[in-house]
């Protein structure tokens, strides 16, 4: 039982373990079994905690980190790109230069290695949700567009992975991909 419950319940209670024992004995369970039962549990939690992230769904933080690190990239190429023009208009050509720097950026990366410069660092990359294979080059440039809005709508997408089971952004849900660890 105490087996079950740690596969099928995130949020396990080990203060449970009392009551699950008084259960079994009242089922006629010797209490040298169930201590045996609750040895095992705590290998078996080892166990599980210590195993790789390969592939499970990223965490809010190291994606929080990602992506200061993506926007400081493309905010650093868009603005040296408006500021080495000279023009009256330079807001005009940073907004420009910033949209066309942050597509490209995303289209690159997330086409040809699957992962951002900040991703790499944190051990992501972006895969397709269902089939859990590398995103294609187009979804690179649909995902850069994505972020765009993502960051015109101040990152509220981002916000939205705190609640969810899978741990999806605005931008994951509408171009059907997931950021997961690759190692």
Same mark, same amino acid.
């Given at each position: ?44 939690? +080892? ?30 190429? +868009?603005?040296?790109? +408006? ?90 849900? +509408? ?9």
């Amino acid at each position: 039982l105490i087996d079950i419950l740690s596969f099928t319940q995130d949020d396990y209670d080990p203060a449970v373990i009392p009551i699950i024992e008084e259960i079994l004995i009242e089922r006629g369970v010797p209490k040298e079994d169930i201590i045996v039962c609750e040895n095992s549990y705590g290998a078996l939690k +080892a166990k599980i905690e210590n195993q790789p992230k390969l592939n499970r769904p990223a965490d809010f933080w190291p994606r929080c980190f990602n992506y200061l690190i993506d926007h400081f990239i493309c905010y650093g190429i +868009a603005s040296l790109i +408006a500021f080495s023009v000279p023009l009256n208009d330079r807001e005009g050509l940073y907004y420009g230069s910033a949209f066309v720097v942050y597509v490209s950026y995303y289209t690159i990366f997330l086409g040809i290695f699957n992962s951002t410069l900040g991703m790499l660092i944190f051990g992501l990359t972006v895969v397709d949700t269902k089939s859990k294979k590398p995103i294609s080059f187009l979804m690179g440039i649909v995902r850069g567009i994505f972020m765009i809005l993502n960051f015109l709508t101040l990152q509220i997408g981002h916000l939205i992975m705190l609640g969810d089971k899978n741990k999806q952004t605005l931008v994951d849900k +509408a171009t059907n991909t997931s950021v997961v660890y690759s190692k």
